[in-house]
């Protein structure tokens, strides 16, 4: 599906402009020491003319045919691309994780990796780093996420195929 690009879209914004909107899409994921499941996800990328995306992700478990039934959780945050295609983004997930990501955009594709993990007293999540890859392939934006926890080297834990909705 083709997309426009706003005129009045903040010039700092034109690398990551093909992932503007929302985005819907299903997956697989891996819990580190444990099972293996699907799920359906929903992504979106907005901006308010200014230098940064904002971004939300929901994942959701599905029924048989394909419906959202509950919550398996959602992250959200800020994408801060710079003019010499070097990339920050900020992501806070609910179960007291935060993660700060660098990395590079070339093209359509983003290359993150931690820089910097944090999590409360009370996290849900042992998360020591992460790994994250995004691409428009085919218009679609594919993307992993890889994570390594106080038990876990970095290893799969996310990967999804979404479709512009």
Known sequence: MA??????LNTQLLGVAWM???????????????????FSVTVDFAENGGTYMHYIMQLFETDEQGRPTRSLGMETGFWRPKADGEIEV???????VAEV?????????IELTTDLVARTVTSEIPATGGHRLYGNVESDLMFTYDRGT???EVQPHLWARLARA
């Open 20 to 38: 503007l909107g929302h985005w819907e899409g299903t997956g697989n994921g891996h819990h580190l020491g444990g099972e293996d499941f699907t």
């Open 150 to 152: 106080t038990e876990h």
């Open 101 to 109: 990501y660098v990395g590079r955009i070339e093209g359509a594709k």
């Open 3 to 8: 997309f426009e690009i706003d005129s009045r």
């Open 90 to 96: 900020v992501i806070v997930q609910p179960e007291g």
